[in-house]
């Protein structure tokens, strides 16, 4: 969660030996995309670039804009504070949260089929450059043909909720 909402302002403070908070969270970088592409900003193009190592710095850093970056990852920053909340639960084991087999993928691909769960004809992502996601109505690719939940894993998840531990 902290990648993606930036609780710590220090993570804001961008430098050429640094990657963007963009480069830590797909979220935000997709967020990022979408806002760039709907302004047809040719900045998109290093965007789309992952700095997080120094061979990529190296190799690529030049083309970085920091002030534009900065200004990206701030409006990034008041979209998600602005017009999202968060909700999680406490899940034991990262088998049982991530992958093809955790609740991550069943969440997705239950929204993912979901056909009446629709974007507004406003939503930021029908600016994507990312097919899938503006199609699913979802700020991520992966997963989408994912398995809806099951009864078994909506019995675990309420179990969740009221505070037990579930394991599989």
């Known amino acids: 969660m902290a990648d993606h909402f930036i609780f710590n302002e220090r993570k804001m403070i961008l430098g050429p030996d640094k990657a963007a908070p963009k480069d830590r969270s797909i979220f935000r970088k997709n967020i990022g995309r979408a806002l760039l592409n709907r302004a047809a900003d040719p900045y998109l193009a290093v965007w789309e670039m992952d700095f997080t190592t120094r061979h990529s710095r190296e190799t690529n850093g030049s083309r970085r804009d920091l002030r534009k970056e900065l200004e990206v990852e701030t409006e990034v920053t008041r979209i998600l504070r602005e017009r999202f909340t968060f909700r999680w639960v406490e ?10 087999a955790g609740l991550e993928a069943a969440f997705i691909g239950t929204l993912a ?30 997963y989408l043909q994912a398995p809806p939940l099951t009864e ?7 179990g969740l909720i009221g505070g037990k531990v579930w394991s599989a």
């Open 91 to 100: 899940v034991e084991g990262e088998h049982l949260r991530m992958g093809t």
């Open 113 to 142: 089929g979901c056909s009446h769960c629709i974007p507004s004809p406003d939503w930021l992502g029908l600016s994507s450059p990312k097919p899938k996601i503006v199609q699913s109505g979802l700020w991520l690719e992966q």
């Open 152 to 158: 078994e894993s909506l019995d675990g998840l309420e």
